[in-house]
């Protein structure tokens, strides 16, 4: 089957936790709207598509489908492409921490937008600056130092009993944090050092590290979600 | 089966989604943390108890299994408690809109706290001002208007194809919204008629109306996700 993904041009945003998904596994997929621009996206925004109603991107045709919701998506794929163990209790563990990481995402973008999505960053610099400070000190930490744990709980280097979407997402939240926040997550250093070690594993994937070095992968930038303020950042 | 369903005393919060759910479908539970205290929470989170790790409540026991994420918790109930329609595609929608309901309730909890939840209210009232006022001109229009949208392209009245967990989480999100918003919910009225009769239906169910009459339904209140606060929503 050939999937179509719809997401925005331009950003990684959500819809790279499933081309991840869909690279590692080598699936065959057309990434629509960088192929027939945004325009395919809103046309089942607006209702003129059949199927279900996605309130935004990303979302994923597979046949007569219509799936909205990362996680969902995730969840639709993980047995098909192989990245979920098997099983129901699995399943379910693999999805819960999708959505934890999902939880997580929201919080990393209203980091740089905690007042409104609409309005520029220069715009709430202010409220920016003080979210951003409790999300250093205290968010931050209570997330990594959760998803540590849960690689401890699982076999010790993967969430779960074998490889999984879940290690490709915490990947990619690694990865937007070391380009986000350099200084506070070097500060995190000591204390992910599984996280760490699953990050450099994923990267290293014949079909990841193919992906990273293609044009594919659009570089992270200042209209995703993780953006690099330096003033957001500070060294110390 | 009787299910064990964790979630933290004196507000409705995220467990209400379950709570609802349960009520309606006549299910077994015990609503552990109001029977024995926050500390049966506290050991699931610090991974003293076995099974899957949450990062938060509200999560659920189900005989050995453990699951977190309120979405994944109705995922897992809805075909148990027959509370979505039968088959995979009816499945994946339903779980895409009680996601979306999810990504629309952090939102909501937002508008009181765009900084940090660590904080109270009362530190963050002028972010709150800015982020609620951008709520109710732009994103409490834009996700309203969609579910209406939802209902009117399942079956005129419903979200799916009959009763399903979802309609009793909209039930609950307009119920907030009104108590949180009543101005602002005023002025849309006339353009969620089908989400108003939903409600409407719902809450005259026999189980979900004997439980709201009951002791086990929380008031809704100022330590909760849905806040009433004047200042936040203006008459006009």
């Known amino acids: 089957m050939r999937y179509e993904l719809y997401y925005w041009t331009g950003i ?19 990434d629509v709207a960088r192929e027939r621009g945004d325009d395919a996206i809103m046309a089942f925004l607006g209702g003129e598509e059949k199927g ?10 597979a046949g007569r489908l219509v799936i909205a919701q990362t996680a969902n ?10 990245l979920v163990p098997e099983g129901e209790a699995a399943e379910i563990y693999a999805q819960q921490l999708q ?24 715009q709430q610099r202010t409220a ?20 540590e744990h849960v690689l401890e709980r699982g076999n010790g280097r993967q969430a779960l009993a074998r490889h999984s979407y879940v290690d490709l997402s915490l990947f990619q939240l690694v990865s937007g944090l070391d380009y986000a ?6 500060r995190m ?10 990050a450099e594993r994923i990267a290293d994937r014949p079909n990841i590290a193919a992906y990273l070095a293609s044009p594919r992968r659009i570089a992270f930038n200042e ?3 993780f953006r690099h303020y330096a003033e957001l950042d500070p060294s110390r």
Not at 73 to 82: T, V
């Open 12 to 30: 990684q945003g959500r819809g790279e936790y499933v081309r991840l998904a869909l690279e590692d596994a080598g699936a065959d997929y057309l």
């Open 52 to 61: 279900a109603l996605p309130f935004a991107p990303p979302f994923l045709k």
């Open 73 to 82: 998506i995730l969840a639709y794929l993980g047995p098909r492409l192989g």
């Open 99 to 122: 959505l934890t990481i999902a939880d997580f995402v929201v919080e990393i973008h209203d980091t740089h937008h905690p007042i409104a999505a609409s309005q520029y960053y220069s």
């Open 128 to 147: 920016a600056r003080k979210r951003t400070e409790a999300f250093r000190k205290e968010r931050l930490p209570k997330f990594l130092d959760y998803f």
């Open 181 to 186: 926040f350099p200084s506070a997550m070097r």
């Open 189 to 198: 250093q000591r204390r992910i050092p599984r996280l760490r070690a699953l």
């Open 223 to 225: 209209d995703g979600i």
